[in-house]
């Protein structure tokens, strides 16, 4: 079994970074897509960005040109760069690798 775990959320005031780290417990990811959800309260859980193991990318229009998804050489870590954070941005972010694993969510808090 597929493990996924992420870290670097935290709180930080609008207009600031943070980088989301998630890494795979074994190599089978290296041949998945990989990519970031976030649920914030009352919502629904929504896709991010996403990253093929080629490495094409593609964001939600919300955060296009302000987060940045890559992976590492490995390919057994994904990142997202977050930029330019807004208040709406809060939600906890969740990872996943191919359509079966998923991670334990990181929370995100955005503070105007």
């Known amino acids: 079994q597929v493990q996924l775990v992420e870290s670097g959320g935290g709180v930080v005031q609008a207009g600031g970074s943070l980088t989301l780290s998630c890494t795979a417990s074994s190599d089978e990811v290296r041949v998945l897509g990989m990519g970031w959800y976030r649920q914030a309260p009352g919502k629904q859980r929504e896709l991010v960005a996403r990253?093929?193991?080629?490495?094409?990318?593609d964001y939600t229009d919300s955060v296009t040109g302000r987060f940045t998804i890559s992976r590492d050489y490995a390919k057994t870590t994904v990142y997202l760069r977050m930029n330019s954070l807004k208040p709406e941005d809060t939600a906890v972010y969740y990872c996943?690798?191919?359509?079966?694993?998923w991670g334990q969510g990181t929370q995100v808090t955005v503070s105007s």
């Open positions: 990253i093929t193991n080629t490495g094409s990318a």
């Open positions: 996943y690798a191919g359509s079966k694993y």
